[in-house]
C-alpha cells in the first residue's frame, strides 16, 4: 500500500476537507485488485482510514510502503512493514493507469477536482472499472478474474444490477 500523492501542502484543521486532495490505494500484491481508495489530504488519519478499511478484506500482514513516516505510525505492530520504491512499483503503475482513466486527477488541466465529493464518486467507479471490467492487455484477464471472484471481464451493466448487502 502506498499513498499516491497529487500535491502535498501543509494544511491547518479547517483546510482538512477543501482543496487539493491525495488519492490513497491499498493493492493486493498478486492479483492487483484494488483492495480500497480514500480521498483525503496527508495526514496520518488518512492513512489510518486506509489501513482500516484494508483489514477485512485480505488477511496479508505485509504492506510494502514508500516510506512515508505515517505507515508506521499508524500499521499495527504484527504487520511487517517493509520500506522500498522497488516494492511500490506496481502500485505506482496501477495509479499511473487510474490518472489515465480519469482527467479529473490531472494537475495541468482545468478538470482537476477540487469538490472532495466528486472525486470520492469518481474513485469508486475507476476502482469498479479497474478490478472487474478493464482488461489487462499483456495478461488478458481483469484484477477481479486474477484473484477468482469472477470467470470473464464483466460490463457495466454487470456492475449496475450486482446485488451487494446492504
Not at 14 to 39: K, P, Y
Not at 70 to 87: A, C, F, M, Q, T
Request: include cysteine.
Amino acid at each position: 500500500m502506498v499513498i499516491c500523492r497529487k500535491k502535498q501542502k501543509h494544511c491547518l484543521p479547517d483546510e482538512l476537507e477543501a482543496g487539493d486532495c491525495l488519492v490513497a490505494l491499498s493493492l493486493a500484491q498478486l492479483s492487483g485488485l484494488i483492495l480500497t481508495g480514500r480521498v483525503g489530504k496527508h495526514t496520518d488519519s488518512l492513512a489510518q482510514e486506509l489501513a482500516t478499511s484494508t483489514e477485512g478484506k485480505t488477511n496479508c500482514k505485509e504492506w510494502d510502503t514508500d516510506g512515508w513516516g505515517g505507515y508506521e505510525r499508524v500499521l499495527p505492530n504484527e504487520v511487517d512493514h517493509y520500506i522500498s520504491k522497488l516494492l511500490t512499483q506496481r502500485l505506482e503503475r496501477t495509479n499511473g493507469i487510474l490518472r489515465q482513466q480519469t482527467g479529473r486527477w490531472h494537475r495541468r488541466q482545468n478538470k482537476f477536482a477540487k469538490v472532495w465529493e466528486q472525486t470520492e464518486i469518481t474513485l469508486r467507479l475507476v476502482i469498479s472499472y479497474f478490478n472487474w471490467i478493464w482488461v489487462h492487455s499483456r495478461l488478458g484477464t481483469t484484477a477481479a478474474w486474477r484473484a477468482d471472484l469472477t470467470s470473464a471481464p464483466w460490463t457495466w451493466q454487470n456492475i449496475t444490477i450486482y446485488s451487494t448487502l446492504s
